[in-house]
């Protein structure tokens, strides 16, 4: 059976269940944003449902098979062609994605733990920063890394993009994190976490 993918809308609930597709690429990375492109026959539903509403707010692909597996839409285009039909580009990143649309909005100093670091700025920025506005709905923080993989830090932040500073300690550390996807209560679960040795 053919891999079925969830779109949701911006509240992330289901809109539509998306299984008529000729090319889906769907790629995981460590420590990086992952991303996807799905390749679909343009029928007036499918445009309809994939055009972004008049603010241009996000929607979500989820994939049917590990609904813990979102992406963001970042765009949507269509192709036309004479002979192949025509058809719907449709791309973005995982859900990780979140944490480069937030900045460090004050200057902070931080000396220490460098996981402890990544929380701070994960809490600070997205889970509960000082401007309630900024926060993302449902999001929790979670450290899955043993205490033996940590370094000291000392840095500091002002106007640092938040997705950028976690991914250069994840690097460092050599560590990933990923968004775990809970579409039943529509949460999000941002996980630092250590990879298997092969």
Request: aromatic fraction near 8%.
């Amino acid at each position: 059976m053919a891999l079925m993918f969830y779109l949701l809308d911006k509240d992330m609930n289901i809109k539509k269940i998306i299984e008529n597709y000729k090319s889906a690429i769907w790629t995981e990375r460590f420590n990086e944003c992952g991303d996807f492109e799905l390749y679909i026959p343009a029928t007036a539903d499918d445009i309809e449902a994939l055009n972004f509403d008049s603010q241009g707010r996000t929607q979500y692909i989820c994939r049917a098979d590990d609904t813990t597996k979102c992406a963001m839409i970042e765009s949507v285009n269509i192709t036309t062609d004479a002979e192949e039909g025509n058809y719907i580009t449709v791309k973005g990143r995982t859900l990780e994605a979140i944490l480069f649309r937030r900045v460090v909005l004050s200057q902070v100093t931080y000396t220490g733990s460098a996981l402890k670091t990544i929380e701070m700025l994960v809490k600070k920025s997205l889970e509960a920063p000082t401007d309630a506005r900024r926060a993302i709905n449902n999001l929790t923080f979670k450290n899955s890394v043993s205490a033996g993989t940590d370094q000291p830090l000392s840095t500091q932040y002002s106007g640092d993009n938040v997705g950028e500073a976690v991914e250069a300690i994840c690097k460092t550390l050599i560590i990933g994190y990923r968004a775990n996807f809970d579409l039943e209560n529509k949460a999000i679960e941002l996980e630092i976490y250590e990879g298997t040795d092969r």
